[in-house]
């Protein structure tokens, strides 16, 4: 494998929406303290490892990632994360936070990205009550509920000139006010910001103000992404197939040889998101199949996977897979095994032959009659399908 192809990666974390926030733990029993332990007042230390197993490798670039986060998170300073989407920006701010001296207060996500300009000024600050029309009652924002902890701001670059102004000015002087009043809240959150674009060039483009840059990037760290980091993709298989499995009860058999060839060529342009959707893709339609090359180029939505049937397979025909069906007892699993075919791919061609008139329905062992749903299933491998875009941090 290339060089060039090897080296870093991005979160699970949730693909599409995390919370606004994540809620303060409990504060753990006292030593002594009768009653049994609940998961959201376990002390920290237990909760490090989640995020911790998907972010690191034993890759060069991730060893000194490692290092540089853990010296960063003993510090307040603020942290600016780089890298494309889906290389773990988000759970790298996890990480941080969790190692930090305020792990014990909130960690709060703001993707600025989702939020109108004329909405997230009162998502930062909080407003007053009648501050604008629909305020009602007073609110706090995200600075205010992250006192203490850990305030994210994903995708900084989106906002605006005039919000990173305001922005600027709170990292400066550590106080704000809420839209609408007039007392100074002193500032004690921790920041950390991420983006995948470069800010340097936003700067230079006059769409950053390079004074707030600074101030970000007290801290800066890269995440390489996955491509550059191949070497890591056995440790995250099996971390990612782990959660899987937890979530949903369904497992992911190990890639043969040649499924790892496959998976180890393909550059993952989605990053570590992309790897977890595939995943969680083969759990869900092909949980007993083995994870060779026909099953990791279907997963991966190839032009060459068995999704657009090569030549080869268009000459069977009817007839002759009847005959060979009859000698296998009507076992699709072992006729399939024959015929070099994914099983469910083999299951699809025997719905479709009985649908089309190929032969009798009654002719299809009852083993195969599930295939009759095969069809929505290959419509939702099209790269162009929402369930194939790899959605922002």
Same mark, same amino acid.
């Given at each position: 494998?290339a060089?060039?192809?090897?080296?870093?990666?991005e979160?699970?974390g949730?693909?599409?929406?995390d919370?606004i926030?994540?809620?303060?733990r409990? /504060?753990?029993?006292?030593?002594?303290? $009768?009653?049994?332990t609940?998961?959201?007042t376990?002390?920290?230390?237990?909760?490090r490892?989640? /995020?911790?197993r998907?972010?690191?490798?034993?890759?060069?670039?991730?060893?000194g990632? !490692?290092?540089?986060?853990?010296?960063?998170? $003993?510090?307040?300073?603020?942290?600016?994360? *780089? @890298?494309e989407?889906?290389?773990?920006? @988000?759970?790298?701010?996890?990480v +941080?936070?969790a190692? &930090?001296a305020?792990?014990?207060?909130?960690?709060?996500?703001?993707n600025?990205?989702a939020?109108?300009?004329t909405?997230?000024?009162?998502?930062?600050?909080?407003?007053?009550?009648?501050?604008? *029309?629909?305020?009602?009652?007073?609110?706090?924002?995200?600075?205010?509920?992250?006192e203490? @902890? *850990?305030?994210?701001?994903?995708?900084?670059?989106?906002?605006?000139?005039?919000?990173?102004?305001k922005? %600027?000015?709170?990292?400066?002087d550590?106080r704000?006010?809420?839209?609408?009043?007039?007392?100074?809240?002193?500032?004690g959150?921790r920041?950390?910001? $991420? *983006?995948?674009?470069?800010?340097?060039a936003?700067?230079?483009?006059? =769409?950053?103000?390079?004074? %707030?840059?600074?101030? +970000?990037?007290?801290?800066?760290l890269k995440?390489?992404?996955l491509?550059? !980091?191949?070497?890591?993709?056995?440790?995250?298989? $099996?971390?990612?197939?782990?959660?899987?499995?937890?979530?949903?009860?369904?497992?992911v058999?190990?890639?043969?040889?040649?499924?790892w060839?496959?998976?180890?060529?393909? +550059?993952?342009?989605?990053?570590?998101?992309? +790897?977890?959707?595939?995943l969680?893709?083969?759990?869900?339609?092909?949980?007993?199949?083995?994870?060779?090359?026909?099953?990791a180029?279907?997963?991966?939505?190839?032009?060459?996977?068995?999704?657009?049937? /090569? #030549?080869?397979?268009?000459?069977?025909d009817?007839?002759?897979?009847?005959t =060979? %069906?009859a000698n296998?007892?009507g076992?699709? &699993? !072992?006729?399939?095994?024959?015929?070099?075919?994914?099983?469910?791919?083999?299951?699809? =061609?025997?719905a =479709?032959?009985?649908?089309?008139g190929?032969?009798?329905?009654?002719?299809?062992? #009852?083993?195969?009659?599930?295939?009759?749903? %095969?069809?929505?299933?290959?419509? &939702?491998?099209?790269?162009q399908? /929402?369930?194939?875009?790899a959605?922002?941090?």
């Amino acid at each position: 494998m290339a060089d060039h192809r090897r080296e870093n990666i991005e979160g699970i974390g949730r693909a599409t929406a995390d919370p606004i926030f994540v809620p303060r733990r409990a /504060p753990p029993k006292r030593r002594g303290e $009768a009653g049994t332990t609940n998961p959201r007042t376990e002390p920290n230390r237990s909760r490090r490892s989640e /995020p911790l197993r998907l972010v690191w490798g034993s890759s060069a670039s991730m060893v000194g990632l !490692r290092a540089r986060v853990e010296r960063a998170a $003993a510090s307040d300073c603020s942290v600016l994360l *780089t @890298g494309e989407t889906g290389t773990g920006k @988000g759970e790298v701010a996890r990480v +941080l936070h969790a190692l &930090s001296a305020g792990s014990a207060a909130r960690l709060v996500h703001v993707n600025c990205a989702a939020l109108s300009p004329t909405v997230i000024e009162s998502e930062l600050f909080g407003h007053e009550r009648g501050a604008f *029309t629909d305020a009602s009652s007073r609110r706090a924002g995200s600075f205010e509920r992250a006192e203490g @902890g *850990t305030l994210f701001l994903d995708e900084v670059a989106e906002l605006s000139l005039n919000l990173q102004a305001k922005l %600027l000015r709170v990292l400066h002087d550590r106080r704000y006010e809420r839209v609408g009043g007039g007392v100074t809240l002193a500032m004690g959150a921790r920041v950390v910001a $991420a *983006t995948n674009r470069p800010l340097s060039a936003e700067v230079a483009a006059g =769409r950053f103000r390079s004074d %707030l840059y600074y101030r +970000l990037a007290v801290v800066e760290l890269k995440l390489p992404p996955l491509r550059h !980091r191949a070497e890591d993709l056995p440790d995250l298989i $099996a971390e990612i197939t782990r959660r899987i499995s937890v979530r949903l009860g369904a497992g992911v058999s190990v890639p043969t040889r040649s499924g790892w060839e496959v998976l180890g060529r393909h +550059l993952w342009p989605g990053n570590i998101r992309e +790897l977890a959707n595939v995943l969680e893709r083969v759990a869900v339609f092909w949980p007993e199949e083995a994870f060779d090359e026909r099953l990791a180029l279907m997963a991966l939505g190839s032009e060459d996977s068995p999704q657009c049937l /090569p #030549p080869a397979h268009d000459v069977l025909d009817p007839a002759t897979v009847r005959t =060979r %069906l009859a000698n296998c007892s009507g076992n699709v &699993s !072992r006729l399939a095994r024959e015929l070099g075919l994914p099983r469910s791919t083999l299951r699809y =061609r025997l719905a =479709r032959w009985a649908d089309g008139g190929g032969w009798k329905e009654s002719s299809v062992p #009852p083993s195969a009659v599930r295939a009759q749903q %095969l069809p929505l299933f290959e419509s &939702s491998f099209r790269p162009q399908n /929402p369930i194939w875009r790899a959605e922002s941090d």
